[in-house]
């Protein structure tokens, strides 16, 4: 009588090889190929490429507000507080 472990890992063996035939059918890997395409179209647009690069612009201006800067600063200043009181003990 075989051991039901075995049969747990043949019933798993099964199915992966039954998983790895689906993806490595033509018709999944032409929606894979299309789905691809598609992306990178989307990616490409003139509207993404214009909200990315607002997107940089702003995160550009909000790194370099001085406000921002200021609690930056005010932040490493506390954490190095914290690493001498944690190092000098």
Do not use: C, H
Request: net charge negative.
């Amino acid at each position: 009588m075989s051991d039901p472990s075995d049969k747990v890992n043949e019933a798993l063996e099964t199915v992966k090889d039954k998983i790895n035939e689906f993806a490595e059918s033509g018709k999944v890997q032409d929606a894979v190929g299309t789905a691809k395409d598609k992306i990178n179209e989307f990616a490409a647009s003139d509207t993404v490429q214009g909200a990315v690069g607002t997107a940089k612009e702003k995160f550009g201006e909000f790194a370099e507000n001085e406000k921002v800067q200021d609690a930056l600063s005010t932040a490493k200043d506390k954490f190095d507080e914290i690493k001498t009181k944690i190092t000098d003990r």
